[in-house]
């Protein structure tokens, strides 16, 4: 038999489904929503992910092209071209202004200028030592003179940085000498030298501005510290001046018969190589002299390149005219002594030199023979 469900049982019976039915929606719609808040959550960290890569894009890119901007603004202004087109601007508008007075400073640096304005001072101040000299004066001028400059090239452009360069410029400069021929007459012979000027650059506001430059390893700011501290003012001391003063003495010793026997040995030994230097370099000078004589000399000279004894027998002979046969003996000793003098006894001028010394020796004579 069937039972009927009375209406409390029915009631209760729609009350559970109900609220089954209400939980299974209420758990769909929470799984819905956190599906979706999930979604929206991911959707957030890649559009965040996307947006921090599109930023470093954009940054990355930014940097590139400031680099880019950076390199065409260093190779605008510190490029090896632009270099040497400022350097032909400053040496073909220093070159028109050569002989401008006291200087042309244009494409000068202000340190530069101020060491410029110092020298310039020096040079109004009245001085005793070569008044009329200025700086320009000096020899740094003169290794590369502007009035004698044929031809330039500018050959390595070097040592670039934000700051500095250096540049090396090759200069053809026209000499002009004076030479002595054998008849004493002065003519003038022309060359041409290649001479390398090194010019530091500096940078500044923006245009290369040239600080120093060296010749033959001296600076110009150098030359003008040199030049104020009166270095060029001294006259160089010249090489024969101890030659000839040794000279000179040894011939005031051999001239004097007081004590000349006790002094010349001294002399000898010391002096005698510079008095044959003296005496070579007084031979050019005698040169007109002796063309007469030329046959006689090389027929002299070969007569001592046979034997040693011939020079001995000769030397005895010709001064047999002039001395005494009691010199002779004096004249052997003095002949051993020295072997220098071998090779000017039969010039003119060294036996009137010798006369004297011979004169001297006689008084020794007396004592060898007891």
């Known amino acids: 038999m069937k039972r009927k469900l009375s209406n409390r049982q029915v009631t209760y019976l729609g009350v559970l489904i109900g609220l089954l039915i209400s939980g299974g929606i209420f758990g769909l719609w929470s799984a819905v929503r956190h599906i979706h808040a999930e979604e929206e ?13 599109r930023e470093h894009l954009a940054a990355e890119v930014a940097k590139e092209q400031a680099i880019q901007d950076s ?30 007075r006291p200087y042309y400073d244009k494409y000068r640096t202000e340190d530069f200028k101020s060491d410029l304005q110092e020298v310039i ?19 740094f001028y003169q290794w590369i003179p502007a009035k004698m400059i044929r ?3 500018i050959k390595r452009i070097y040592y670039v940085t934000n700051e500095r360069a250096r540049v090396d410029v090759r200069y053809l400069v026209k000499r002009v000498e004076k030479i002595k021929e054998e008849d004493d007459k002065e003519r003038d012979t022309t060359y041409y030298e ?46 024969e001046l101890a030659d000839s003063l040794a000279a ?3 011939m005031r010793l051999l001239d004097s018969h007081d004590g000349a026997d006790q002094e010349r040995p001294v002399a000898k030994k010391k002096d005698e190589p510079k008095k044959a230097d003296v005496k070579k370099k007084d031979e050019p000078k005698k040169s007109d002299n002796k063309k007469n004589d030329v046959k006689k000399n090389d027929t002299k000279k070969k007569d001592e390149s046979k034997s040693n004894d011939k020079k001995k027998t000769d030397t005895k002979k010709n001064d047999v005219k002039k001395n005494d046969t009691k010199k002779n003996d004096v004249k052997k000793n003095d002949s051993k002594k020295s072997d220098t003098k071998k090779n000017d006894v039969k ?14 020796d ?8 007891k």
């Open 194 to 239: 290649q001479k390398t000027a090194t010019y530091h650059l500096a940078y500044q506001d923006g245009e290369w501005m040239v600080d120093d430059r060296m010749v033959d390893f001296l600076s110009e700011r150098e030359a003008f510290k040199r030049y104020m501290e009166g270095e060029y003012f001294i006259d160089p001391v010249e090489e």
């Open 151 to 153: 031809d330039l090239m």
């Open 248 to 250: 000179d003495s040894l």
């Open 362 to 369: 006689t008084k020794t004579s007396p004592t060898t023979k």
């Open 41 to 53: 959550r991911e959707q957030v960290e890649k559009d965040s992910v996307r947006t921090v890569y």
């Open 121 to 139: 001072a020096f040079d109004k101040t009245p001085r005793e030592e070569k008044p009329g000299m200025t700086f320009r004066d000096i020899p």
């Open 71 to 100: 390199i065409d603004t260093y190779q605008n202004t510190h490029s090896s071209a632009v270099i040497a087109s400022r350097m032909q601007v400053i040496l073909s508008d220093e070159l028109k202004h050569a002989n401008q």
């Open 347 to 360: 010039k003119n001028d060294t036996k009137k030199k010798e006369e004297p010394k011979k004169k001297s």
